[in-house]
């Protein structure tokens, strides 16, 4: 099987009538248009060819947030531009934290929009019916600064101030810029990296992209959109807007007064979004910012048409009870109707799941759903089979190249083709003897795991994060104190993050947010509370140096421990077979790099005749199970028995029940053997 781009399949779903046909439609003005059979998956093919032909931005909606995020992936998959517009990640009436990442994501999606740089947008019911402010207005908004341009960099500052970005001595997260001499760095939230601007006078020498955490330099840039933190700009008019209009809410009057002066004052506060389409003369929508020409594409309308009933119903029912607690517009005031949005843009493309009953026309564009095979490998090797021999061509999509080897060698003889990347699920087109597979499809659903996991880098910060007011933690510089809060201070006109921590003698030690990696959780003995370290002392320094000096002692034994393992023999295991494939191919997850590395180690010293030795160290939730598992599957494979030993009853009990539910398909016996086993099973499975 050879690795195809998915621009193949782009080209080759053009050359389908249906398609062709709906192209046809488009561009004579034949629209609305009403396609069926359009699993998500081929829909999303269907959108990325068409957008590309008809060269224009296109928006798409789907019923629920989960879907939009895959097809933003499918989209991506198929190698075109696409971007999620999110709903705030909250239930109805629950509003999302004033600094949230949402707010720069949204953003940068409507800044997008409006410079005509978006591409596709995909955005779910509810992010699609949420009022935002005019088009024009928004890029009225917008900054863009580019090369060679002169610039007043103190009035660029102020600018950046009213957008709502913090000025800091350094910048480190996303909202706060620094002005250091000939320097702006600047955090655009919703970029993957800060912004640098070099002057030279009076005019902008160089624009780069920099990572916050490690100061190195990146992409070098022509110019660069600056755009406020947030969607809404309440200016005067929109809080007298929302003055006039709230006051005449049910359970407002007399109630707006600290969030009006918090508005007036450009302070955040919890809940703004929601007084959105109340403070907007005449609220917009995200096809306002794609323009008239855009492609509006509406995914399985049946249930479109279910999610506002639903919406609607949700929305009603907490408003009440969220009245209780603080001042909220009605239902109405807080989101717009659907119809009324799509009213007018008659460019659009509807998605059914059944066929026409009735006087339109719809296209069908003949997918099927894909099938399901559950891990049953022989099951899925006949019917690949089968599809060989009558002329279909298969495309396997598997989430990574290991992956793709995998399957690649559970099916030497067949034809299928292979691709690697993120695709929500498979589909079948007989017409056009095509036929895509997603892995999951073969060993089962993959669960989901969050995107940050893969991609987040561990750091000090990670641990700190987690500490609670009167944990333990040890400063490299100053000793085990207490930790007790994390302060905003304004020091030398500058507000900053610092992290409070209490010493013996009741002393205080504030360290800046950006020294974060000089602290760390304090790990001792369970149970003893340890002793503060008293500032200015030598008790620490001292110490440290008896450590150091045990250190070194540890780490000669060490050298003459491994010097005698090093010349012993060991059992060399053979490579892995046919069944180890695919024990590894089934798992639900998909690996990080680091299982990854880790698994390739271990296995290669098995494979030697070394004595393995090896520590995997792991937080709670990052597979380290599942690398015990796999060197455990290799062992068995090769006719061992493996003893696989747990600190406790109850993780032992876990173990075994992940064992069985993972090697259950296998010709592997399991048992378990604890204090909660019985004393004749516990003899039983000895003697086995």
Request: net charge neutral.
């Amino acid at each position: 099987m050879d690795r195809k781009e998915p621009q193949v399949l782009i080209d080759r779903i053009m050359r389908h009538e249906a398609l062709a046909k709906l192209e046809r439609k488009l561009r004579i003005g034949e629209y609305p248009l009403e396609v069926s059979d359009a699993e998500n998956s081929l829909l999303s093919l269907a959108v990325a060819a068409l957008a590309v032909r008809l060269k224009s931005p296109c928006a798409v909606v789907v019923p629920t947030d989960a879907e939009a995020e895959d097809f933003v992936e499918d989209l991506r998959f198929w190698g075109r531009k696409a971007c999620l517009f999110p709903w705030w990640n909250t239930a109805a009436y629950r509003p999302a934290a004033p600094r949230a990442k949402v707010f720069g994501q949204r953003a940068a999606v409507l800044a997008d929009a409006a410079m005509g740089k978006s591409g596709i947008v995909v955005a779910s019911y509810r992010s699609f019916v949420q009022p935002l402010p005019p088009a024009r207005d928004f890029k009225a908004s917008l900054l863009t600064v580019r090369r060679g341009q002169e610039v007043d960099v103190e009035r660029l500052a102020d600018a950046l101030s009213k957008f709502g970005y913090l000025r800091v001595p350094r910048v480190a997260l996303p909202g706060e810029f620094a002005l250091r001499g000939e320097v702006l760095d600047l955090y655009i939230p919703g970029d993957g990296q800060a912004a640098r601007l070099r002057f030279d006078y009076d005019s902008i020498e160089k624009i780069s992209l920099f990572d916050v955490s490690s100061q190195s330099a990146g992409e070098a840039l022509d110019s660069l959109c600056l755009r406020p933190l947030k969607e809404m700009d309440w200016s005067d008019e929109a809080v007298g807007r929302l003055a006039l209009k709230g006051e005449k809410f049910p359970g407002c009057a007399g109630r707006l007064g600290e969030m009006l002066d918090q508005l007036r004052e450009r302070k955040e506060f919890k809940g703004e979004e929601l007084w959105y389409g109340v403070g907007l003369e005449r609220p917009g929508s995200i096809l306002d910012y794609l323009g008239p020409e855009a492609l509006l594409v509406e995914v399985n309308s049946e249930r479109l048409g279910a999610q506002e009933e639903s919406v609607r119903k949700e929305f009603a029912g907490l408003y009440r009870n969220a009245l209780r607690e603080n001042p909220v517009p009605p239902p109405e005031a807080a989101i717009l109707p659907y119809g009324e949005i799509r009213q007018g843009h008659s460019k659009s493309i509807q998605s059914f799941a059944l066929k026409d009953k009735g006087q339109a026309e719809r296209i069908s564009l003949g997918g099927e759903p894909p099938r399901s095979f559950f891990g049953n490998i022989r099951y899925f090797r006949e019917d690949m089979a089968n599809f060989d021999n009558l002329g279909t061509q298969t495309y396997i999509v598997a989430s990574s190249e290991i992956q793709s080897e995998r399957i690649r060698s559970l099916l030497p003889e067949s034809k299928a083709l292979s691709m690697v990347g993120s695709l929500s699920a498979g589909f079948h087109v007989p017409a056009m003897k095509l036929r895509i597979v997603q892995e999951n499809e073969i060993f089962g659903r993959k669960k989901r795991v969050p995107k940050s996991l893969g991609t987040a880098r561990s750091s000090i910060i990670d641990s700190f994060v987690e500490l609670s007011p009167g944990d333990y933690v040890v400063h490299v510089q100053y000793g085990i104190g207490r930790f007790s809060s994390i302060e905003r201070m304004r020091v030398l006109g500058n507000e900053r993050d610092y992290i409070k921590i209490e010493y013996a003698d009741t002393e205080t030690v504030f360290v800046p947010i950006e020294q974060a990696n000089l602290v760390q959780r304090y790990i001792g003995n369970e149970g003893e509370a340890p002793r503060l370290d008293s500032l200015g002392s030598k008790a620490w320094e001292n110490r440290k140096k008896r450590v150091r000096k045990s250190v070194e002692e540890l780490a000669e034994r060490l050298i003459r421990i491994y010097a005698r393992r090093k010349a012993a023999k060991g059992y060399a295991f053979p490579r892995d077979g046919e069944w180890q494939t695919e024990f590894e191919a089934s798992f639900p997850y998909e690996e990080t790099e680091d299982q990854i590395r880790c698994i390739a180690e271990i296995k290669a010293d098995m494979e030697t005749p070394r004595p393995m030795d090896r520590l995997v160290c792991g937080d709670v939730g990052y597979g380290k199970t599942e690398v015990a598992l796999r060197a455990c599957f290799k062992a068995m494979m090769s006719g061992k028995q493996v003893a696989f030993l747990a600190p406790t009853t109850i993780l032992a009990e876990q173990h075994y029940e992940n064992f069985k539910e993972r090697i259950g398909e296998f010709p592997v016996h399991i048992a378990m053997l604890s204090r909660l086993v019985e004393k004749k099973n516990q003899k039983k499975v000895m003697q086995g």
